[in-house]
């Protein structure tokens, strides 16, 4: 058992700061069949659980939640390969991230997770959502990546991008692996919920993943649908993230993206849209209605020249997601502040601290069960312990009120001290639980071999 001492809770969701107070949490391990947790926050709990470790703070609050990225894509950065220049978005595809996607085999994959992973952990961002394409190593690649969830001790959503581009043959892959992954999870969680001796919850999930609509023909696109209904999860999908995407949707199909969507029965309060820059305003009321998420990714729109989603403020439930730039969260929160800000939208801070949180609604869709925490993204007993802890002096107050004004303009990944994931420590005093030297070399090598690869795939 773990005691966080006078600590000051951060509540993003309320949002408040507390008075100093103590958090007691459970771990897995402290008594036959304790599940780890947060048991009680109060004024002074020391005489409570004199067994328990007993750690100092400043600043307690949530995980962070990165609500959609790529961890695949975390070997390109810096990368060095002859790149032909792109007049456009699907030139950028092409030219970089299919011939990338192409190149990695599941001992590059797990390099790049472990890697992403690693750096998010640092940031404070304690789930991460993923979205993977791997097109010549699609079995088993979703195990790979639960695999890295689990050395650096993450928790998390994971899926494979169903497409076309690959022949019919790449499709069925995909929904494939989708379902599969799937039926391990529920194992898994059967064999927990059944008493089994050793059986543990895991901490990723799997969505029904799909690539832009604009490489999914209507057949595949069925046989998503049909893999979401089978599977109790929802998609997760790129809709709108440039201009093209939504035209041929209309062009080609003659419905909006979000139409055809919701006509194959993927929309709904698991699935997750990501981008849906270009979406008109009867999508954006229609993805409310089925009360999907919306993941917006300022920086990746900004540095991919798409646009920017001029009707954000009037989607339901926006999330934020870093879609494969650093795994940064705060920075991913200013980015979105400040891009809207010179948009000249009407939201300010505060009204994207909601958007921060909500990825913890997400969780509780996916993660509700037996055993499993009642609430994410609340310091409160009953929730989740997926917690960080932060060294931050503030200049100037820090209350309720001004919490999203600290996070556009101070409180930073620079000031997260220990990050704690289902009661256990993933970082403490800003040392990981987990070989972060031997990866990154390991991911350099890895690094090397996937740009080789690239390029004798050009
Ligand atoms: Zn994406």
């Not at 067994?51 to 307690?60: I, N, T």
Request: with cysteine.
């Amino acid at each position: 058992m773990i005691l966080f001492e006078k600590v000051r809770v951060i509540d993003f969701s309320l949002p408040s700061v507390s008075p100093p107070v103590d958090v007691a949490v459970a771990q897995e391990g402290d008594g036959a069949g304790t599940l780890s947790g947060i048991v009680e926050v109060g004024p002074s709990l020391a005489a409570k659980y004199p067994k328990a470790r007993r750690v100092a703070g400043k600043y307690l609050s949530p995980g962070l939640v990165c609500s959609h990225t790529h961890l695949y894509s975390a070997l390109a950065r810096g990368l060095m390969v002859d790149i032909a220049p792109s007049k456009d978005f699907a030139q950028q595809l092409a030219h970089l991230w299919w011939r990338l996607d192409r190149a990695i085999d599941l001992p590059i994959l797990e390099s790049s997770a472990l890697a992403g992973l690693a750096d998010a952990a640092a940031c404070g961002v304690t789930s991460v959502v993923d979205h993977h394409a791997g097109p010549q190593s699609i079995d088993g690649s979703l195990t790979v990546l639960r695999k890295a969830y689990e050395r650096i001790g993450l928790r998390g959503l994971v899926c494979y991008e169903t497409t076309d581009r690959n022949g019919g043959e790449g499709a069925r892959a995909g929904i494939r692996e989708n379902l599969r992954f799937a039926r391990e999870i529920d194992a898994d969680r059967a064999a927990f919920a059944a008493g089994k001796k050793g059986a543990k919850l895991p901490l990723v999930d799997g969505a029904i993943g799909g690539h832009a609509l604009f490489t999914i023909g209507e057949e595949t696109l069925a046989a998503m649908g049909d893999a979401v209904k089978s599977s109790g999860r929802g998609a997760h999908i790129h809709a709108a993230e440039d201009k093209y995407d939504a035209v041929d949707s209309r062009h080609r199909f003659g419905a909006d993206l979000a139409v055809r969507l919701d006509r194959a029965g993927l929309l709904g309060p698991k699935s997750i849209v990501g981008h849906g820059v270009w979406l008109t305003e009867s999508e954006v009321e229609l993805i409310a209605e089925r009360d999907a998420f919306v993941a917006h990714n300022a920086r990746s729109n900004m540095n991919n020249a798409v646009g920017y989603n001029g009707l954000l403020h009037r989607h339901r439930n926006v999330v934020l997601g870093t879609d494969g730039m650093s795994a940064d969260m705060l920075e991913e929160f200013r980015f979105a502040c400040f891009r809207h800000r010179e948009s000249g939208g009407p939201w300010w801070p505060g009204d994207f601290l909601p958007c921060l949180d909500r990825g913890n609604r997400l969780l509780e869709r996916y993660f509700a069960g037996v055993g499993e925490p009642r609430s994410f993204g609340k310091v409160e007993a009953g929730a989740a312990a997926d917690l960080v802890l932060w060294d931050y002096d503030p200049p100037t107050p820090l209350e309720g009120a001004n919490i999203a004004g600290h996070l556009a303009f101070g409180l930073s990944s620079r000031q997260v001290r220990s990050v704690m994931v289902n009661g256990q420590f993933v970082i403490e005093d800003k040392v990981p639980a987990f070989d972060s030297e031997g990866m990154a070399a390991e991911a350099r090598e890895e690094a090397s071999r996937l740009w080789k690869r690239m390029e004798e795939r050009s």
